[in-house]
């Protein structure tokens, strides 16, 4: 299979979209990157740490300046991006402006405080939530503050109760 264009993962922290663009990187002998782990790479940092030093404006910032880099790379076919990144700075609009296959990995509010309770020390946006059930709300006031922006995908992948492997195999028949 020819894949001509760049494909974007996007998606709730915690939806896996990682995992996913890793499989497709092996699937389609493809290189992907994770634009996160890119950033902590530029930056010499963690993202934990960029936010705690630097904030969350200027974590944007430079996440829309790498995301531009890579959506221009030649090397990188598939980039999964943070959960937050289609919704500021016109990140969204980049990238589908650049003819790119967008895949939304959704997730329902309770497989992704499943995922995420556990480890939330690694993540800053939810790192100071007590209780599951306040994950759960949080969780659920950002679905549907982001929802508009995730629904610009070509394509709406729902991964609960699915395994990797059975996500990876439906992106993939949708490239078809």
């Known amino acids: 299979m020819i894949i ?15 995992t996913i663009a890793k499989l497709l990187s092996k699937k389609l002998d493809l290189m992907n990157v994770d634009l996160d782990n890119y950033i ?6 963690s993202i934990g740490n960029i936010f705690k030093i630097s904030g969350e404006l200027y974590f944007r910032r430079i996440e829309n300046k790498y995301l531009k880099d890579l959506l221009d790379s030649d090397n ?22 650049r003819k790119c296959i967008i895949f939304y990995l959704r997730a329902n509010v309770d497989t992704l405080a499943d995922r995420l309770f556990s480890e939330k020390d690694k993540r800053p946006l939810i790192s ?14 950002h679905l549907f503050e982001r929802n508009h922006f995730y629904l610009k995908s070509n394509f709406v992948i729902d991964v609960d109760k699915k395994t990797e492997n059975e996500i990876s195999n439906e992106c993939i028949n949708l490239l078809s």
């Open 40 to 45: 902590e790479k530029k930056e010499n940092k």
């Open 76 to 97: 990188y076919k598939i980039i999964s991006i943070g959960g937050g990144t289609p919704c500021y700075s016109d990140n969204i609009e980049l990238i589908t402006e």
């Open 128 to 141: 100071r939530i007590k209780f599951k059930k306040d994950l759960k709300t949080f969780i659920s006031k």
């Open 4 to 18: 001509n264009k760049k494909i974007v993962l996007l998606g709730y922290m915690g939806s896996g979209k990682s």
